[in-house]
């Protein structure tokens, strides 16, 4: 991470190696996977009520990561929720997780990262007029937010000319161990098999869910990431630890910590970030189980609940049984 270089504003041209810059975008990428505790705060969403209210046992499909998804006359589908993470003792692939992909026809995630989307995601990030970081969010929201991005190792050159969404999403990265995230493990495993590779959504539509939202309320986001800065460590460790467990319902309450006081907010942002998506994800989900072999990896925070991908499934006429 030290060392990669932001777009110039200026000459719109890395600052640095433009292989260093790929890789920040790379992880920039995973983070917005990741992103952010609210995105693990699956129960609340689902079902359109606080999630702190809701026992855990009550919130359908709570438990278990790997899931055999059936359709009538068609092989066997599974539906694997990760953690978009590169911690070791989540990138250690169980056994079950390795024997379903290893036995399936193809591959499919949440998006594919690929040179076009980079691209995109690069322009994205920045504001194309005259506006800056700082005149948006005003000088103190601004100095704080570079001062972490500084104690934390991430690239501050040209943060003036960042949108709020995109240093909220540089906040809330887990700090990199190895750079080998699960998704792309997963990925990369599949592509040596020589499997089929493709993905749910785009780049543009999963950077829209943050870049389409009113700059205010990415102001209000950015504010909520600064002040959660301290409890960081501590609450990305409770949520591994829950996802270790393959504990969905526990994983989602620990995401509720990251809840913004903005109840409207909070609202709009998990129904872009998840039901939204969801309702996407399982319609383009259809001719992938009914042709049947498949692996699907998707956000661990996708899976349970009311309007989860697994009871959006079932719905559909699908038979959902958990594996692991």
């Keep these: 991470m030290r060392g990669a270089g932001f777009l110039s504003s200026a000459s719109n041209q890395p600052t640095t190696d433009p292989h260093s810059f790929l890789k920040y975008l790379f992880t920039f990428f995973c983070a917005l996977l990741f992103t952010s505790g609210t995105a693990l705060a699956a129960t609340a969403t689902n079902t359109g009520v606080s999630a702190q209210a809701i026992p855990p046992a009550a919130v359908k499909y709570a438990k278990g990561l790997l899931w055999k998804i059936e359709a009538p006359g068609a092989k066997s589908n599974y539906l694997f929720g990760t953690i978009h ?25 949440e998006a594919i990262i690929d040179g076009e989307g980079l691209v995109y995601m690069a322009e994205a990030m920045y504001f194309s007029d005259d506006r800056t970081l700082e005149q948006v969010v005003g000088k103190k929201l601004y100095a704080e937010s570079v001062k972490i991005l500084a104690a934390r190792g991430i690239p501050t050159l040209s943060v003036e000319k960042q949108k709020p969404w995109a240093v909220m999403m540089a906040l809330s990265m887990p700090p990199p161990k190895t750079g080998e995230y699960l998704d792309l493990i997963l990925q990369e495993r599949a592509t040596r098999q020589n499997k089929p590779v493709s993905g749910l959504e785009t780049i543009q539509e999963q950077l829209a869910v943050f870049d389409e939202l009113p700059l205010p309320d990415q102001v209000a986001l950015l504010k909520e990431t600064v002040q959660e800065q301290d409890a960081f460590e501590k609450d990305l460790e409770e949520m591994i630890r829950a996802y270790l467990a393959r504990d969905i319902a526990a994983l989602a309450e620990a995401g509720t910590k990251h809840k913004p006081d903005n109840d409207r907010l909070y609202r709009s942002v998990m129904d872009r970030l998840l ?11 259809g001719p992938i189980l009914k042709d049947g072999g498949a692996f699907v990896a998707v956000g661990a925070a996708h899976l349970p609940g009311e309007s989860g991908l697994l009871n959006l499934l079932a719905k559909a006429g699908y038979r959902v049984t958990p594996v692991y």
Aim: net charge positive; hydrophobic share 40%.
């Design 85 to 109: 993470s590169d911690d070791r003792r989540v990138t250690a692939l169980p056994e079950p997780v390795i024997k379903a992909l290893d036995a399936s026809n193809r591959f499919t995630m």
């Design 275 to 285: 039901t939204r998506r969801n309702a996407r994800m399982a319609a383009r989900l």
